[in-house]
Protein backbone atom coordinates (compact mmCIF):
# COMPACT_ATOMS: atom_id res chain seq x y z
CA UNK A 1 0.00 0.00 0.00
CA UNK A 2 1.11 3.53 -0.52
CA UNK A 3 1.94 6.13 1.68
CA UNK A 4 3.12 9.61 2.35
CA UNK A 5 5.20 11.07 5.34
CA UNK A 6 5.83 14.49 5.66
CA UNK A 7 8.90 15.71 7.92
CA UNK A 8 7.89 18.28 9.83
CA UNK A 9 4.61 18.41 11.75
CA UNK A 10 5.55 22.03 12.28
CA UNK A 11 7.32 25.37 10.69
CA UNK A 12 7.51 28.27 11.99
CA UNK A 13 9.16 31.34 9.93
CA UNK A 14 9.23 34.80 9.89
CA UNK A 15 8.33 36.57 6.72
CA UNK A 16 10.57 36.81 3.69
CA UNK A 17 11.91 33.53 4.91
CA UNK A 18 12.87 30.70 2.52
CA UNK A 19 10.18 27.79 2.70
CA UNK A 20 10.88 24.18 2.17
CA UNK A 21 8.22 21.15 3.36
CA UNK A 22 9.71 17.80 3.03
CA UNK A 23 7.33 14.65 1.23
CA UNK A 24 8.32 11.61 0.69
CA UNK A 25 6.17 8.42 -0.68
CA UNK A 26 6.63 4.89 -0.78
CA UNK A 27 5.43 3.81 -3.79
CA UNK A 28 7.66 1.72 -6.71
CA UNK A 29 5.48 2.45 -9.52
CA UNK A 30 4.46 5.35 -11.42
CA UNK A 31 2.87 8.20 -9.28
CA UNK A 32 0.80 11.59 -9.68
CA UNK A 33 1.77 13.84 -6.75
CA UNK A 34 -0.11 16.72 -5.33
CA UNK A 35 0.37 19.38 -2.62
CA UNK A 36 -3.22 20.60 -0.88
CA UNK A 37 -3.29 23.77 1.44
CA UNK A 38 -5.59 24.43 4.12
CA UNK A 39 -6.40 28.01 4.93
CA UNK A 40 -7.48 29.04 8.44
CA UNK A 41 -11.10 27.84 8.25
CA UNK A 42 -11.12 26.78 5.20
CA UNK A 43 -11.58 23.72 2.53
CA UNK A 44 -8.69 22.14 0.72
CA UNK A 45 -7.45 23.82 -2.43
CA UNK A 46 -5.16 21.87 -4.78
CA UNK A 47 -1.65 24.49 -4.72
CA UNK A 48 -0.10 21.94 -7.45
CA UNK A 49 -0.01 18.60 -8.96
CA UNK A 50 2.84 16.63 -10.96
CA UNK A 51 1.88 13.94 -13.77
CA UNK A 52 4.71 13.86 -16.02
CA UNK A 53 7.66 15.71 -17.89
CA UNK A 54 9.10 18.50 -15.92
CA UNK A 55 9.85 17.02 -12.84
CA UNK A 56 9.70 20.89 -11.47
CA UNK A 57 5.94 22.23 -11.00
CA UNK A 58 4.63 25.59 -10.62
CA UNK A 59 1.61 25.82 -8.65
CA UNK A 60 -0.70 29.40 -7.14
CA UNK A 61 0.82 31.53 -5.20
CA UNK A 62 4.52 31.72 -5.93
CA UNK A 63 4.78 27.80 -4.12
CA UNK A 64 6.66 24.95 -6.71
CA UNK A 65 7.59 21.81 -6.15
CA UNK A 66 10.28 19.29 -7.49
CA UNK A 67 9.96 15.78 -8.13
CA UNK A 68 13.02 13.32 -7.34
CA UNK A 69 11.74 9.94 -8.54
CA UNK A 70 14.99 8.43 -7.09
CA UNK A 71 14.16 10.11 -3.47
CA UNK A 72 10.42 9.35 -3.90
CA UNK A 73 10.34 13.12 -3.16
CA UNK A 74 7.82 15.64 -4.20
CA UNK A 75 9.13 18.80 -1.91
CA UNK A 76 7.02 21.87 -1.64
CA UNK A 77 9.38 25.19 -2.00
CA UNK A 78 8.99 29.59 -1.79
CA UNK A 79 11.19 31.65 -1.94
CA UNK A 80 10.10 34.49 0.45
CA UNK A 81 6.76 33.39 2.91
CA UNK A 82 4.03 35.85 3.47
CA UNK A 83 2.39 35.96 6.62
CA UNK A 84 -0.94 34.98 4.31
CA UNK A 85 0.81 31.60 3.26
CA UNK A 86 0.55 30.54 7.30
CA UNK A 87 -1.66 26.86 6.75
CA UNK A 88 -1.49 24.07 6.74
CA UNK A 89 0.29 22.03 3.68
CA UNK A 90 -0.83 18.11 2.69
CA UNK A 91 1.05 16.16 0.05
CA UNK A 92 -1.34 13.76 -1.26
CA UNK A 93 -0.04 10.33 -3.91
CA UNK A 94 -2.01 8.66 -6.57
CA UNK A 95 -0.53 5.33 -7.73
CA UNK A 96 -1.70 5.36 -11.40
CA UNK A 97 -3.26 1.74 -10.76
CA UNK A 98 -6.76 3.10 -12.28
CA UNK A 99 -8.13 4.69 -9.17
CA UNK A 100 -8.30 8.12 -8.66
CA UNK A 101 -7.92 8.01 -4.69
CA UNK A 102 -5.41 10.15 -2.79
CA UNK A 103 -2.91 8.85 -0.16
CA UNK A 104 -2.50 11.85 2.36
CA UNK A 105 0.33 12.59 4.22
CA UNK A 106 -0.63 13.77 8.00
CA UNK A 107 0.14 17.45 7.08
CA UNK A 108 2.75 20.33 8.29
CA UNK A 109 0.95 23.34 9.94
CA UNK A 110 3.34 26.34 8.85
CA UNK A 111 2.99 29.75 11.01
CA UNK A 112 4.32 32.72 9.36
CA UNK A 113 4.97 35.44 12.01
CA UNK A 114 5.23 39.00 10.76
CA UNK B 1 -16.30 28.56 -2.45
CA UNK B 2 -15.37 24.84 -4.34
CA UNK B 3 -18.62 24.26 -5.03
CA UNK B 4 -19.10 21.26 -3.08
CA UNK B 5 -21.58 21.95 -0.06
CA UNK B 6 -21.77 19.50 3.06
CA UNK B 7 -24.26 19.77 5.80
CA UNK B 8 -24.63 20.08 8.40
CA UNK B 9 -21.37 22.25 9.35
CA UNK B 10 -21.69 21.08 13.46
CA UNK B 11 -22.70 17.37 14.78
CA UNK B 12 -22.90 16.49 18.66
CA UNK B 13 -24.12 13.08 19.34
CA UNK B 14 -23.44 10.76 22.24
CA UNK B 15 -21.86 7.03 21.86
CA UNK B 16 -24.30 4.25 20.62
CA UNK B 17 -25.87 6.44 17.97
CA UNK B 18 -26.88 7.04 14.17
CA UNK B 19 -25.93 9.98 11.97
CA UNK B 20 -26.24 10.82 8.51
CA UNK B 21 -23.63 13.22 6.96
CA UNK B 22 -24.50 15.03 3.34
CA UNK B 23 -22.47 16.19 0.06
CA UNK B 24 -23.91 17.90 -2.68
CA UNK B 25 -20.42 17.92 -5.42
CA UNK B 26 -19.70 20.73 -7.83
CA UNK B 27 -22.44 21.06 -10.64
CA UNK B 28 -21.70 18.02 -13.25
CA UNK B 29 -19.14 16.02 -11.04
CA UNK B 30 -20.31 12.46 -11.08
CA UNK B 31 -17.13 11.45 -9.03
CA UNK B 32 -17.94 11.83 -4.73
CA UNK B 33 -14.56 11.03 -2.43
CA UNK B 34 -15.22 10.83 1.22
CA UNK B 35 -12.52 11.34 3.83
CA UNK B 36 -11.83 11.46 7.68
CA UNK B 37 -9.51 13.78 9.38
CA UNK B 38 -8.82 13.12 12.73
CA UNK B 39 -5.06 14.44 14.84
CA UNK B 40 -4.19 11.17 15.04
CA UNK B 41 -4.83 9.92 11.83
CA UNK B 42 -4.63 12.49 9.21
CA UNK B 43 -6.59 13.01 6.33
CA UNK B 44 -7.69 9.17 5.33
CA UNK B 45 -9.60 7.98 2.56
CA UNK B 46 -13.01 6.33 3.45
CA UNK B 47 -15.02 5.65 -0.04
CA UNK B 48 -15.41 6.81 -2.99
CA UNK B 49 -18.39 6.54 -5.19
CA UNK B 50 -18.74 7.20 -9.32
CA UNK B 51 -21.96 7.66 -11.19
CA UNK B 52 -23.67 6.16 -8.27
CA UNK B 53 -21.60 2.99 -8.12
CA UNK B 54 -19.43 2.43 -5.26
CA UNK B 55 -15.62 3.04 -6.85
CA UNK B 56 -13.42 2.32 -4.04
CA UNK B 57 -12.93 1.59 -0.47
CA UNK B 58 -10.32 3.00 1.97
CA UNK B 59 -10.41 2.53 5.65
CA UNK B 60 -13.79 2.36 6.49
CA UNK B 61 -14.94 1.08 9.24
CA UNK B 62 -18.08 -1.62 8.58
CA UNK B 63 -20.18 0.29 10.85
CA UNK B 64 -20.04 3.32 8.32
CA UNK B 65 -21.56 3.39 5.24
CA UNK B 66 -22.64 5.24 2.31
CA UNK B 67 -24.30 5.97 -0.95
CA UNK B 68 -24.56 8.10 -3.98
CA UNK B 69 -27.88 8.85 -5.54
CA UNK B 70 -29.31 9.91 -8.77
CA UNK B 71 -28.60 13.32 -8.25
CA UNK B 72 -25.18 12.64 -7.76
CA UNK B 73 -25.76 14.03 -4.17
CA UNK B 74 -23.65 11.20 -1.56
CA UNK B 75 -24.47 10.62 2.38
CA UNK B 76 -22.82 9.23 4.51
CA UNK B 77 -23.63 7.08 7.53
CA UNK B 78 -21.98 6.81 10.65
CA UNK B 79 -23.35 3.98 13.35
CA UNK B 80 -22.94 2.70 16.92
CA UNK B 81 -20.71 5.65 17.35
CA UNK B 82 -17.57 5.48 19.46
CA UNK B 83 -15.59 8.55 21.15
CA UNK B 84 -12.68 8.05 18.76
CA UNK B 85 -15.41 8.42 15.15
CA UNK B 86 -15.22 12.25 16.37
CA UNK B 87 -13.47 13.84 13.28
CA UNK B 88 -14.05 16.10 10.56
CA UNK B 89 -15.60 14.21 7.67
CA UNK B 90 -14.80 16.28 4.64
CA UNK B 91 -16.53 14.90 0.91
CA UNK B 92 -14.91 16.16 -2.17
CA UNK B 93 -15.64 15.80 -5.96
CA UNK B 94 -14.19 15.53 -9.55
CA UNK B 95 -15.19 15.61 -12.88
CA UNK B 96 -14.53 11.83 -14.04
CA UNK B 97 -12.93 8.80 -11.72
CA UNK B 98 -9.37 10.18 -12.74
CA UNK B 99 -6.53 11.16 -10.82
CA UNK B 100 -6.33 13.74 -13.72
CA UNK B 101 -9.15 15.73 -12.47
CA UNK B 102 -8.92 17.54 -9.63
CA UNK B 103 -10.60 16.77 -6.41
CA UNK B 104 -12.42 19.55 -4.79
CA UNK B 105 -12.80 19.82 -1.20
CA UNK B 106 -15.95 20.71 0.86
CA UNK B 107 -16.08 22.78 3.86
CA UNK B 108 -16.51 19.44 6.09
CA UNK B 109 -18.77 17.94 8.67
CA UNK B 110 -17.27 18.34 12.58
CA UNK B 111 -18.32 15.19 14.18
CA UNK B 112 -18.14 15.28 18.05
CA UNK B 113 -19.02 12.00 19.84
CA UNK B 114 -19.70 12.64 23.86
Known amino acids: AQSVSQHNHHVILSEAASLELGCNYS??????LFWYVQYPGQHLQLLLK??????LVKGIKGFEAEFIKSKFSFNLRKPSVQWSDTAEYFC????????????FGKGTMLLVSP | DSGVTQTPKHLITATGQRVTLRCSPR?????VYWYQQSLDQGLQFLIQ???????AKGNILERFSAQQFPDLHSELNLSSLELGDSALYFC?????????????FGPGTRLTVL
Open chain 2, 92 to 104: ASSARDSSYNEQF
Open chain 1, 27 to 32: YGGTVN
Open chain 1, 50 to 55: YFSGDP
Open chain 1, 92 to 103: AVNADSGYSTLT
Open chain 2, 27 to 31: SGDLS
Open chain 2, 49 to 55: YYNGEER
